[in-house]
């Protein structure tokens, strides 16, 4: 359905899980396609009945299924990017980025709507960016679409997808 983005959280190495259900979660990941998706590993918590249950997952286990599930979603969730060049988004300018804000972001050249591999020549982007977030991103959480071009603060804009990261999407005004 055009207009809505899903949305989830999944906890993987939950006591009982087996090497069969973690591949079945991955599966899942792959043909739901969530926009958003995190994973967190299971904590075992003294006096909980899922602490006292059979079947523990080792801890390593279970951070190297987090790390699995992450990267399935890194994949669906670079595609996903990909597919929203060229479009036109509403999203909530935030504020002016700031140069640690563009450079955790990873935005080092961009060209004809695509990120290359960062070299040791490539020159960040230069210039006044603004932080927004589409209707499906929680602040702080989700990726961002940086915009490259003048656009008030605080206010709801239109703006076309031009580039993008892993995680965020890169943009103009419409």
């Keep these: ?3 809505i983005a899903l949305r989830t959280t999944f906890i993987v190495g939950f006591p009982g899980e087996t090497e069969a259900c973690f591949e079945s979660l991955l599966e899942f990941i792959r043909e739901t396609r969530f926009e958003r998706l995190g994973v967190f590993a299971y904590s075992k918590e003294d006096g909980t009945r899922a602490g006292a249950m059979a079947g523990q997952v080792p ?3 279970k ?3 987090r790390q699995r599930a992450m ?3 890194h994949r669906v969730a670079r595609e996903i990017s990909q597919a929203c060049v060229g479009r ?3 999203v909530l300018v935030e504020h002016e980025a700031t140069a640690k804000e563009l450079t955790s972001a990873k935005i080092h050249s961009w060209e004809h709507g695509l990120i290359r591999e960062p070299t040791a020549d490539a020159q960040p982007w230069r210039g006044r960016f603004l932080v927004a977030r589409g209707e499906a991103d929680a602040p ?3 990726g961002r679409v940086y915009v490259r071009g003048p656009l008030p603060c605080g206010q709801f804009a239109r703006v ?3 580039g993008h990261t892993d995680y965020d999407l890169l943009a103009e005004p419409a």
Excluded: N, T, Y
């Design 1 to 3: 359905m055009p207009g």
């Design 59 to 61: 801890d390593a286990a």
């Design 63 to 65: 951070l190297k299924r």
């Design 71 to 73: 990267a399935e979603q």
């Design 88 to 90: 036109v988004l509403r």
């Design 140 to 142: 702080d959480i989700d």
């Design 160 to 162: 076309r997808v031009v």
